[in-house]
């Protein structure tokens, strides 16, 4: 065991990754920051049990993750192809890629997007023994310290180690609000206020988007890139401010234009889960027309009927944002 721990503690220290001082910055050294993401976000899909078997498929959860560690380090407006290394990982010793049947492999030629490397792939394997290893908690983090230590400068070192506690936290938060009963009161403990917020944040997106199958409540969208982005984001009805409510009971997955609406009271949802649209759309000629068709229909809500909005958090809505 401790032979093959070491041998792939070298191979994640030594990953072949683009080195280049004028496309990367001091704070990845100097070098392609994907794979050891990649990784990152793959030691986290096992110790959430996203990942149970000896397989990596191209989720959308874990492309999800790969853009929070991009997010969380690299510069603004950046955006990380995760396509790429789950491609190139190929060069490494302890990953293989799985042609789907019939396929062929891409000789000479690169692969960069997700929706390409799903047509290609099955999935990707990763040596027998090192997921063995990675089923232990004490040595995944050794392999983790590694990827942090040997690819990121000193001074971003501590977001990523926050970054994946907030993705185990947040991932834990998700789970305990869909298991609480309506009345139950979840309470957390947490370090800084600042962690605490993540976590919250994080934990009730995940939980609302995945019950509204990434669909807004409101007029139906559903967009969903095979590369980690959905188009709807998680909306309090009574905001947190207010409630202090995470649950299901109180939220909605909604596009980014209806939680605006939503939110500045253009639009509501009334005692028949219809939606409402604001008098002052119709007067407005410069609000999108679009709104005014999907008025009275009938909101999306999740298959189970015990995480359905409650009424009477629509009715306090009703009372305090939306513009009669
Ligand atoms: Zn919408």
């Not at 721990?5 to 220290?13: E, T």
Request: glycine fraction near 6%.
């Amino acid at each position: 065991m401790g032979v093959e721990i070491d041998g792939y503690l070298a191979a994640f220290a030594n990953l072949r990754t683009d080195h280049n001082r004028n496309r990367w910055s001091a704070a990845t050294c100097y070098r392609a920051p994907h794979k050891p993401f990649l990784l990152l976000s793959i030691l986290d899909q096992i110790a959430q049990g996203g990942i149970t078997g000896n397989f990596i498929e191209p989720s959308f959860e874990l492309a999800e993750t790969f853009v929070q560690y991009w997010s969380r380090v690299m510069p603004l407006g950046s955006s990380g192809n995760v396509a790429y290394p789950y491609f190139y990982m190929d060069s490494e010793p302890f990953w293989e890629l799985v042609l789907r049947p019939g396929a062929e492999a891409p000789v000479g030629r690169t692969v960069s997007s997700m929706k390409r490397i799903r047509e290609l792939y099955l999935g990707a394997k990763l040596d027998e023994e090192l997921f063995l290893l990675l089923q232990m908690p004490s040595l995944r983090e050794r392999l983790r310290a590694v990827l942090i230590e040997k690819y990121f400068a000193p001074e971003v070192r501590p977001l990523l180690l926050e970054q994946g506690e907030i993705n185990l936290q947040a991932y834990e938060y998700g789970k305990s609000l869909l298991a609480a009963s309506k009345s139950e009161e979840i309470t957390l403990e947490f370090k800084n206020e600042s962690l605490g917020r993540q976590v919250r944040d994080q934990g009730f997106r995940k939980a609302i988007v995945k019950l509204y199958e990434h669909r807004c409540a409101l007029c139906g969208i559903r967009m969903l890139t095979p590369d980690g982005h959905t188009v709807v984001e998680a909306a309090h009805i009574v905001p947190w401010s207010e409630s202090k409510n995470d649950k299901p009971t109180n939220g909605l997955a909604l596009c980014r234009l209806c939680h605006w609406s939503f939110d500045e009271g253009l639009m509501a949802v009334g005692k028949s889960y219809e939606v409402k649209i604001s008098p002052q759309v119709k007067r407005e000629p410069n609000f999108p027309g679009h709104m005014l068709t999907l008025s009275d229909r009938p909101i999306f809500r999740p298959q189970d009927s015990t995480y359905w909005p409650m009424l009477e958090n629509f009715a306090w809505h009703r009372k305090a944002v939306f513009r009669k």
